[in-house]
């Protein structure tokens, strides 16, 4: 267990759906990121939040959005779903604002649109 | 020309063999330099970290970075099954100091 909780662990649902992913960090950690990984693509990196702020954005869909609770958990918003957002997404956390020294990834959320 | 470029495999050696994984890149702004391994159905975890040029060792594992040919290996010595996964290299200290990954090289490890 790596300390980082993402749920749920599979999600399917219909193309032009919404739904939402939920990550909580391994314990002291301020920073989440989100990933997407697909088979063509490799990890992408998708937005990061730092202390409830975002702190970076990378190649996130307008149709995508987040956000960082108070208590740190994030939630990733993906809406108007399309065959093609079928994929793993990963939460990572990390003590520090950049990620220097590495993140430590949850086992992901596979998100299968049909 | 992708920021990283890593061979995707598969990769299958017998076991016992010694394994070596590359990565190149062309950002000259990354210092960072990582070794991710990630088995099936799960998340990356960290295997190695090595900031700038050098070479760092950890058990089975070697991590090299050459900056100067924008290159990174990762060795892995006597190979067991269990060491089957996929290798991902990442990297950074770029503008916005992210971690850019490569896209991971299957691994084999044949009893």
């Known amino acids: 267990d790596s300390g980082v909780t993402q749920t749920p662990k599979h999600l399917i649902t219909a193309t032009g759906q919404r739904v939402t992913l939920r990550c909580s960090p391994r314990?002291?950690?301020?920073?989440v990121y989100w990933y997407q990984q697909s088979l063509d693509q490799g990890l992408q990196f998708l937005i990061q939040y730092y202390n409830g702020e975002e702190r970076a954005k990378g190649n996130i869909l307008e149709r995508f959005s987040a956000q960082q609770f108070p208590d740190l958990h994030s939630e990733l918003n993906l809406s108007s779903l399309e065959l093609g957002d079928s994929a793993l997404y990963f939460c990572?956390?990390?003590?520090?604002?950049?990620?220097?020294?590495?993140?430590?990834f949850g086992s992901g959320t596979r998100l299968t649109v049909v | 020309q992708k920021e990283v470029e890593q061979d995707p495999g598969p990769l299958s050696v017998p076991e016992g063999a010694i394994v070596s994984l590359n990565c190149t890149y062309s950002n000259s702004a990354f210092q960072y330099f990582m070794w991710y391994r990630q088995y099936s159905r799960k998340g990356p975890e960290l295997l190695m970290y090595?900031?700038?040029?050098g070479n760092k060792e950890d058990g089975r594992f070697t991590a090299q970075v050459d900056k100067s040919s924008k290159y990174i290996s990762l060795f892995i010595r006597d190979s067991q099954p269990s060491d089957s996964a996929t290798y991902l290299c990442a990297m950074s200290g770029g503008r916005d100091d992210k971690i850019i990954f490569g896209k991971g090289t299957r691994l084999h490890i044949l009893p």
């Open positions: 990572a956390s990390s003590t520090r604002r950049t990620g220097r020294d590495g993140y430590t």
């Open positions: 090595t900031y700038s040029s």
């Open positions: 314990s002291g950690d301020l920073s």
